[in-house]
């Protein structure tokens, strides 16, 4: 009866019967045909596959190009601390006095650089993602306005430095009238202040490359500069001109002339390069404008072009004013520290104390070469919403400057005593001294390669200017309060390197909360959103 049913059911309604006759438990819980199967898993290994090798090919272009921008960079970078270092050496020769006044007076030096980093960064960073984002004629006309700032900025301060207020600037960095390091240092602000438009041209300059992800001009200028200040340095010295510190001085803006001549006409050269303004009909396409044969109207790129300008100049005042005041704070602490210890300490401590200062800037420099090829990466990924590769190129570079922060502080130690009594062979006590600064100085440098790196990315993000300088700003403070506290209680030049790393641990502090957060303004590269951000 039941085959009769069936024959039936099938009869007249086909696969239906089966259907309905199927048991439910085996309706629910069939297993699908084999070959669905492992063509389902086939298509997942395919896909998985093409993932992984697409991570692979980003990961090579990016480690590839983190060594096209930081090895250029790391020998621009470091060239200028070892002139400086050159010229200590080369001072070094006249007395501790010549080398007291030069310490102190290239403080004020250090302030200058505070607009010179600011409107490089501002300059890096901005053009890195106008460029990202194939806003090209924006990132030109900043580039234009970087230049113009930089040069009306370098004339300002170089009047206001070498001019009548130069004997109280001199006097405001630990050599008053009164002071025996007095004279050598006013010789040696005026001399050096002549180049100061140069000098702020120069970092701009460089801050375009950097934004267009080529470091090697700037370097090929860097290596002219320093021969040129290799030969200048003792002939302007010690040679038939004898100008002792005021010599080096002048053998240093020289340099930075020639260099900053140099770097502008190679980009004025560059077809499709920042500098419109440098060169007529240098650069073309979007951002190039022109006038009618009448004189009169101005065509529509040339209409673009002017509102690309006026945008460009109103995003560089917010972001070079946060730069700015970022690297006031920070040069600003440097600069009180070494007044303190040339004022209270007297000139034996700020020679001991400039000496260990710009070696150890040669370490601190060249933190920079990794942090500017994270800062440019990280700029173009986050502007074209590649977070996790962001974060992936943070990580693979976090994990190398920690490495090339301890290693570099181990050579530091390791040549504290060779360096100090070559800096001071005739000076026992000064040579202790300085080789205790030295041990100081290698203490921070493991913080400075990780910090520098942070603060970068964070600059090339765009998201954080504001928040960098007021958290630079608070900490500058705090760190200068201690010094002046620390420096009473106990007036040793190590107790100003206790106060500079205090303010390497908040620094570091700031930027890694900021950079890492997910919430209130962080950047969120500590959220894992997916596996390729590893």
């Keep these: 009866m039941r085959l009769i049913l069936t024959a039936a059911l099938i009869a007249h309604g086909g696969v239906t019967a089966l259907h309905i006759l199927k048991p439910p438990l085996l309706h629910r819980h069939s297993t699908p045909p084999l070959h669905s199967i492992s063509g389902a898993v086939a298509q997942t290994t395919t896909s998985q596959q093409q993932q992984l090798a697409a991570i692979e090919k980003e990961t090579a272009e990016d480690d590839r190009a983190i060594k096209e921008i930081a090895g250029p960079a790391l020998l621009g970078t470091l060239l200028d601390p070892f002139l400086s270092v050159v010229d200590t050496a080369w001072v070094s020769r006249l007395g501790v006095v010549s080398l007291g006044a030069v310490a102190a007076s290239s403080e004020i030096f250090t302030l200058t650089i505070a607009l010179s ?10 053009i890195a993602r106008l460029l990202a984002e194939g806003r090209t004629a924006d990132a030109e006309a900043f580039g234009v306005k970087t230049l113009q700032l930089a040069a009306v900025g370098g004339l300002g301060i170089a009047f206001l430095v070498a001019g009548p207020s130069a004997p109280w600037c001199v006097g405001l960095m630990g050599a ?67 100008l002792g510190v005021a010599g080096a001085a002048a053998a240093t803006g020289i340099s930075q002339t020639v260099a900053c001549v140099l770097l502008l006409r190679e980009l004025a050269s560059k077809r499709g390069g920042m500098v419109t303004g440098l060169s007529p009909g240098a650069v073309k396409g979007d951002a190039v404008s022109s006038l009618e044969e009448g004189g009169e109207e101005v065509d529509g790129d040339a209409a673009a072009k002017l509102k690309a300008a006026k945008k460009a100049g109103r995003a560089m005042l917010g972001t070079s004013g946060a730069v700015l005041l970022r690297s006031t704070a920070q040069l600003g602490c440097w600069v009180f520290v070494a007044s303190e210890v040339s004022r209270k300490l007297g000139p034996a401590a700020i020679a001991a104390h400039g000496v260990v200062l710009k ?45 090339t922060g301890f290693a570099t502080a181990a050579a ?36 400075v390669w990780p910090n ?6 964070l600059l090339g993000a765009g998201r954080s200017y504001r928040f960098l300088a007021l958290a630079t700003l608070l900490n500058c403070l705090l760190v200068v309060k201690c010094t002046t506290l620390l420096i009473a209680s106990r007036p040793l030049v190590s107790s100003a390197w206790a106060c500079i790393t205090l303010f390497f641990v908040l620094r570091i502090s700031c930027a890694a909360t900021r950079i890492f957060a997910t919430q209130r303004g962080g950047l969120g590269f500590g959220e894992k959103k997916q596996r390729a951000s590893f």
Excluded at 117 to 126: G, P
Aim: aromatic content about 6%; some cysteine; charged content about 15%.
């Design 452 to 457: 520098a790196l942070f603060e970068s990315v």
């Design 117 to 126: 980093l600011a409107l490089r960064e501002s300059a890096s960073s901005t």
């Design 412 to 447: 530091l130690a390791a040549a504290a005593g060779p360096a100090a009594s070559a800096f001071f062979p005739g000076d026992l006590a000064a040579a202790a001294g300085a080789k205790r600064l030295f041990r100081w100085a290698a203490i921070c440098v493991p913080l």
């Design 359 to 403: 070696l150890w800037l040669l370490f601190v420099l060249a933190a920079e070469a990794p942090a500017v090829a994270g800062q440019i990466l990280c700029a173009r990924h986050v502007a074209t919403g590649q977070l996790p590769r962001a974060r992936a190129v943070l990580l693979r570079l976090l994990r190398r400057t920690l490495l």
């Design 176 to 242: 008053p009238l009164s002071s025996p390091l007095h004279t050598d240092a006013l010789a040696y602000v005026r001399a050096r202040a002549v180049a100061l438009p140069c000098s702020m041209a120069l970092f701009a300059s460089e801050g375009i490359c950097r934004g267009m992800g080529d470091t090697k001009p700037p370097l090929r200028a860097a290596l002219i500069a320093g021969l040129l200040n290799a030969v200048l340095d003792p002939l302007m010295m010690f040679g038939p001109l004898k």
